[in-house]
């Protein structure tokens, strides 16, 4: 097998000399050259003579970055750094991931994506932008590397909860990227940040003098269509191999594109299917915790938009894993939006939800409410519900007379409030833990601190997307797999349960701290190539042989002997 240094090598066959050098991110080691480094590649002079290790660089890189007092600015000298020297950012990374990745990735690269063109330095990834779109496979050829494993695309439509940030959303493929690199261990020059400028409707961008974007309105319906279809050809001639992740598209977009090109190539889209696998990931684990399987569950889903329809339909699957059938399956749920209980009376549920509809014969004795419809508090009253899932963006909507009625009912209720940003989470998790008297296994959209409860102090997990796709990027390489199946998600999800602090100690989180996301990773990984075997998309090896792939392909930051 190839050591990293040779490997490392060989993606760059041409080493430059001097300046070239020291300006080239991906080789660069300042003043951690040798002193044969330095005669060779003509160093000696640009360089202060005493040569230091990886470890005396990360010290210095973090005073400086202590010395910042914003995020945004702690956030634009990480990019920097990684601009200028990738092995030592993504080394500071590593030794400070807790307090660094929501620097590098949400939330502060919401104002990073807002800032972009203001606080722009230089070029990282792709603009696609749609007056070249004649040329996209041109542009394509114009990447800073030759090979790609992993592509993170976004058009800027539905940036986190900001809304349309038109080419400034490239700022989300660059964060989401750097931590397919820190966590799944993709090689950092071969991944591919790619911004589909199709314009904005955001006024305050298209009337900043300062905007780099194509000022212009969204383009939209077929043109739209077409456009991203002349990009997904291009990508399938110049990069077939590559993985392509869709990220932050608006609803009406992220579904289609994902069913139409799900079959093309290999390609996923973290909002749909890595949400729901986390969020299943989190409710797996919760449910070991209670000894009950997941078919003896009564979920309660509130909020049944697009999130909601998609945990579950996963959970869904999971259950008909479990040989429960099709028809079964359907009975587990009661869903509420915001008109109420989705049931077979109601003429305004899409055909996605009508499959949660609970026919009415099951609802007879049960009373609408002043304003007809049947609430949350209605349906907790009346079932005895073991989980409920918020992903409906109504701040507070898990009072304490509901909260408290479901765990009468329940020794251990699952409670989820998923929406963010943390004004919209359904509930605190202090509330939940006390309202519960800690019983309640609570995991969360938005981050909240631990919980002061007697004499413990409960660390709550945030269901944060970060668990699942650095794994599915790195199970992908490793595994050859040439297409991402829904089997694969659900395997990503059973691979992250298994890993739960919560099985060793029932009163741990329900997954597991970020220091642990690269061991973690693997494991999934693993699972992930193991299942996209059976469903017949990648070629055939053993599961040692695939855990030896793994962790071959996750690089690790350190750096290489550059010889002569
Ligand atoms: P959406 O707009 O598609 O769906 C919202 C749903 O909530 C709809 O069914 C709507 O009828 C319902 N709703 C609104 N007001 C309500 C009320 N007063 N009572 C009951 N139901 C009500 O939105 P989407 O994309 O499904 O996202 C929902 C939330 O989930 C957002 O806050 C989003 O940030 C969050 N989310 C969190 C994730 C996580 O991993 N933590 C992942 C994805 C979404």
């Not at 820190?182 to 314009?199: A, H, K, Y």
């Not at 409860?453 to 945030?462: C, D, K, L, P």
Request: glycine share 8%; charged share 20%; hydrophobic share 40%.
């Amino acid at each position: 097998m190839a050591t990293k240094q040779q490997v490392t090598c060989s993606s760059f066959p041409d080493v430059p000399r001097g300046m070239d050098l020291l300006v080239h991110p991906a080789l660069n080691k300042a003043t951690a050259f040798t002193e044969e480094e330095r005669s060779n590649r003509g160093l000696h002079g640009l360089l202060p003579p005493h040569v230091e290790n990886i470890e005396e660089q990360v010290v210095r890189a973090y005073e400086a970055y202590k010395r910042k007092d914003d995020d945004l600015e702690r956030h634009i000298y990480l990019r920097a750094l990684q601009d200028t020297n990738e092995v030592l950012f993504y080394r500071l990374l590593l030794d400070h991931i807790e307090e660094m990745t929501p620097m590098v990735y949400t939330p502060v690269v919401a104002q990073a994506c807002q800032q972009f063109s203001h606080i722009y330095r230089r070029p990282r990834g792709l603009f696609i932008s749609y007056p070249l779109r004649d040329s996209m496979s041109k542009l394509l050829r114009n990447r800073p590397n030759a090979y790609v494993d992993i592509i993170v695309v976004t058009d800027g439509e539905r940036i986190l909860g900001i809304g349309d940030q038109g080419a400034g959303g490239l700022g989300i493929p660059i964060g989401k990227l750097s931590l397919y690199t820190l966590i799944g261990g993709i090689r950092p020059e071969r991944t591919l940040p790619i911004v589909l400028d199709v314009g904005t409707n955001n006024a305050e961008r298209l009337n900043d003098p300062e905007y780099i974007g194509w000022r212009h309105e969204r383009i939209s319906g077929q043109e739209y269509f077409d456009f991203i279809d002349q990009f997904v050809q291009a990508v399938k001639e110049e990069l077939p191999g590559a993985c392509l992740q869709w990220e932050d598209f608006a609803t009406p977009h992220a579904r289609p594109i994902l069913q139409r090109y799900r079959d093309q190539l290999l390609t996923f889209n973290d909002d749909i299917q890595g949400t729901s696998a986390v969020a299943l990931g989190a409710i797996f684990s919760a449910v070991k915790v209670t000894g009950r399987s997941l078919k003896d569950q009564r979920i309660v889903m509130f909020g049944a938009g697009s999130a909601g329809i998609g945990v579950a339909d996963g959970l869904r699957e999971a259950m008909k894993g479990e040989g429960v059938s099709e028809q079964d399956s359907r009975r587990h749920f009661w869903m509420v939006d915001k008109d109420g209980l989705l049931h077979s009376g109601r003429k305004d549920l899409t055909p996605e939800q009508i499959v949660y509809a609970q026919p009415e014969s099951r609802l007879s004795g049960w009373l609408p409410t002043a304003n007809g419809r049947i609430g949350l508090a209605d349906v907790i009253g009346k079932i005895e519900a073991t989980i409920l899932i918020g992903l409906s963006t109504v701040g507070g909507a898990f009072a304490e007379t509901i909260v408290r009625e479901m765990a009468r009912k329940v020794q251990r209720p699952i409670i989820f409030p998923l929406s963010n940003p943390t004004v919209n989470s359904e509930a605190t998790a202090d509330d939940l833990i006390h309202w519960t008297d800690a019983r309640a296994l609570v995991a969360t959209g938005s981050p909240f601190a631990p919980v002061s409860f007697g004499e413990r102090n409960i660390s709550v997990a945030q269901c944060n997307n970060v668990f699942i796709f650095p794994a599915i990027g790195l199970g992908v390489v490793a595994s050859g797999a040439r297409r991402i199946t829904d089997n694969m998600m659900l395997a990503a999800a059973r691979a992250l349960a298994a890993n739960s602090p919560v099985l060793k100690d029932s009163s741990a989180p329900l997954l597991p701290p970020l220091t642990d996301t690269r061991r973690v990773a693997a494991q999934i990984a693993v699972a992930i190539g193991m299942q996209a075997q059976k469903d017949g998309v990648a070629p055939w090896l053993s599961e040692d042989e695939l855990g030896q792939k793994v962790l071959a392909a996750q690089w690790t930051p350190s750096y290489s002997l550059i010889t002569p």
